[in-house]
């Protein structure tokens, strides 16, 4: 239940399909006082946009964002403020290229939800895949830019969110040329110069071929305080692990050292503790910031892995809605590596989840009587 | 915001420290009509008790479940029954050891929760870890048995749950080993019997050297009908990597290939689907098990990496509550290698996140009216 | 704490202000196949709307719903059809009289949540009431005609809800002359033709001497099966008493005898069981259709009391926002009786608590694999 | 759907039925660092207990209530406090008297919910009602105790909170003798000392005539600040009207005038602010303390009615499980008025509600790093 909705204290529901008139979110218990124009989501929106290279969607979408509700302005507030009433954003769908769908609308796409909506509700919206489709992340990159800027009222320090591809195919980054300045410069946001390269070279190859490739997305949070989150069941980490493996076509979330931990020694493991400008500062952060389920402090950081686009022009043996064995291949606007569109959902995923966390620890900010004892 | 309850429909809450009088779970949306005694549940708990040998932590806790509420018995209904009323249950905690606790009341132990603990809440319990003592998971365990239980009233078909350990420190197993038949005949639960005796040795040197070792544990579900889960924010693999995240010193959590699938073709990936018994039947089953967030139907396989024990003989480098740089030397009754401990725990959670999606299908059951019509 | 959302199983959030650009709803967790068109959706507002006679506020809103996710068409479903994803409902504001609202901005009006919001979130949207405005109500009476539509797939037998005013001021109906083919004879949903002649003269004189009345309104539900509700927390009638409570205005809430079941002997409130038509019928139902928590299979009577309209003409001492004592006189375009636009809400929110719990005893219909076995 | 918890963030979760060993709750998310001993529960427990006068129950149980988890002490602390981790409270049955059965286990009393839960469950735990019965009150009041010393961390005021019974029967109490310093006179919690002489003769001659009488609860809370609540589905005044109505044998809530609000002309109810010791003061407070669903800082006032006893000598007519009409008589310990025991489960389900919305605001205390910005 609430199976579209994401967070306990700042909580967002998406909706929309591929190919209906709108998609977008509602955001329910954003603290009031946030300065928020449409062009803040904007921004974050025109960075998950497809349309941008040949290695992503050829599909246009403006996405272009209204805000309905949730900010109010008058000549005392310096711009629209959140009131901490339901903000509701609305992106129009523009681009759904009127096609026949008859191909995937009795047969099922391998490494598609096809086959799994159709057991789950005997029924389905197959233009573009509908609720399925990655155009709901427009949503969660909308919602994100709304966290990103809540955090900068919820907590004490700046936080600077940032993500970038690590790995494309088999092809892993050299950490010793990692530089956060090179994102912005290839059209994977590698941090990688060389790999950057390389990749463009084997991903045009896997489009020409009519394939598709895998890759794995790194999410840094610096600036977090330590004491975010909570044990057990609403654990930092967890609430992390859902967010990174809600998103599309992702398989595995890692949490700093994520599956290496299991190859560690005890003693590389147990991450020694010193002092450094009076703050706890751990020597190795292999838990990746949070022990417990709490944060330390430390650089928040997760990684998780997408799986090739499945929609490949190479034909695939499948079945029938009826039960028949047949073959599909898949034509239309896709992305040889889903995986780069996933660089800014999973930044506005850990916006989110911290956003979240913040609110749990504070409860309702702008409250007049309460907060000078808090 | 129910922080230490799990779940929608089959929901459960734990409650308990390491070293308090008790722990205990209450599950509340458990289907009425389910046949349920003490020793179901205490089978499981017997599985994941510490004590069992040299490689688990030498405290002894016979760990003895009593069911509290939730169940009935008369002559008309063959042993007790579930009623629909939340399920309490409740272990008393033994073999808590009277020792003085000085060392870590002061000092954060690297790798634990103390230091954030204290962080969010400023006071801690810190007699064995308190709260976030792996004790908590004996309360999962005896969930997961109930879970396994209801299972059996909600699906059509008996659900096989199976966990082993495929990775010890640096070393898989070879999978052209893999036997089920072998994880009850070594200490570690692992289907491999070559890479068992490896391990032995390896754990042993661990363990002498002060020293601990991680773990990868693989949970498999077989005969999971497909159309279990939920789009977009209640994926079933959403949910099976928050619930695998939430165990102790796990850091990371794959769904079928995992990491791997980011290396995989295109080809690889979209996994051909044939008829095969009447059924649809997927080739490869690299999404293990799981596509946009439902069942296929095919076996279910998540993997989860835990780290080596934090709690090392070995001293390391740390600071006091108070801020000061020190160090630290973890005595006690440890697991060299929590990961072993992690297996029950992993299959526990496992049923009860199949039962909380069985749940959402299914409504409550042993409705009189309703059933009929659905 | 999804403050804006109301349900567990079938749940809807709602998002607008009275002056904002629209408002709407989203509705996350209705089964797949219903039928639904925006007119199914349209009568029902259509029902609401501001405008229809000089007891409503005499604003102008056409009140137009669209459907912008959630159904889906083709030319095998005779009809848009629900698919399980979140139905996204938007209404338009249009007749915002842009007025100077300099006299709200500072000044609290009496009745109202002007100095609660204050209180709270330290900033308001004071235009039209912002988001405390009963415009609100829109939205769910939106809502509540999909679960109307909802209701029939999910029940056995078509439930039947309706609503009407029973006291207008100190004025009650005469239950003898109760006939609910009255209610859409005169402009109050009043079930005694004598009682509304009555109630319109003294409706006038309130309005004309800037006054205004409240208002009783009875929600009954027939054809509701025995068994749906729950124990303890989530028991039906608890949850009918939050959602009465929750709309705008309301100030109690009565289920059967109400506040009179106090004055009952224990003899006359034990209600006494025959069988009729092969049926449990129950002789006096002063029960209101719910014991335990749960419907009993009679009909189930709601009453909500609904406390006069706060804005009005006659001039109120009130303090500023600045901590002054001042005067206030609320101009514009109100309800004499907010009571009476009350009727279509409260058979919404008794149409939505009554899906929620439907779907809590079926979980999701549609399902393929299972529904055979329930 | 937790169906057996109540609140947002500061959750409990009952459990437990008549006959059973034990019940028990558990409280997540109450703050840390709350003093709390057993005795704080107790004497709340001891307020409600059986067995106390011969217009109660005579089933004879101690209600000794045992904290199994959630609090620590040291010589740090001054006393056991609570350190944010679940709390788990039990009380053990003694007293379910070995009876025969059989007349309920295949009858419907009237007035009771045996017969909704066997149309829910389809089967019930007959003994005494099972998890139907008033004795998991108990447990809401000693959760009731925890939260009323939470506020104490959590609100800037002392809160101070009383309930007393206004109406027995027919006969209310006159509010010119009001005087709180009565309730702890008679065995009534009745205010009015007249009122509480003729109260004892009529009930006696009802109980002696084997019938029972009904109540009105009145529950009153001074201390609240202006700006607890929320807005449209988390109005304070609804999840009070939720609160008071789960209550066993509850038919009707009220907020401040109630019922006589639609009585009320719009000057009355249009109450007007002055400012009194530097304070927003309301001259009437008709809104009972929450305007908008958020409370003013005036005295919150909640009244709720009870039917009379269910359980009563007097023969009923009914019908068996098979569907056959016979006749029931009532016999066992059962209060002549369950409203009297009613009254501190008020104020207990008062007290839960203001410390669910004190958090809502204040998020967790005891948070280090983040509250000195709050």
Known sequence: MSLNTFGRAFRFTTWGESHGPALGVVIDGCPPGVLLKAEDIQSALDRRKPGGSKFVTQRKEPDAVKILSGIFEDDRTEG???TGAPISLMIENVDQRSKDYADIRDKYRPGHADFTYDAKYGFR?????????????????????VAEKALGVLLPDPVWIRACLVQMGPHKIDRANFDWAQIDKNPFWCPDAEAAALWEEKLDAARKAGSSMGAVIEVVAAGVPAGLGAPVYGKLDADLASAMMSINAAKAVEIGAGMEAAALSGEENADEIRIRNGAPHFLSNKAGGVLGGISTGQELVVRFAVKPTSSILTPRRTITRGGEETEIQTKGRHDPCVGIRGVPVGAAMMALVLADHAMLHRGNVGDGHLKQRN
Chains 1, 2, 3, 4 share one sequence.
Not at 137 to 142: E, G, K
């Open 80 to 82: 629209p403020r959140t």
């Open 125 to 145: 919206d197959y233009r573009g895949g509908g609720r399925s489709s990655a155009r709901e992340t427009a949503a969660r990159v909308a919602a994100g830019a």
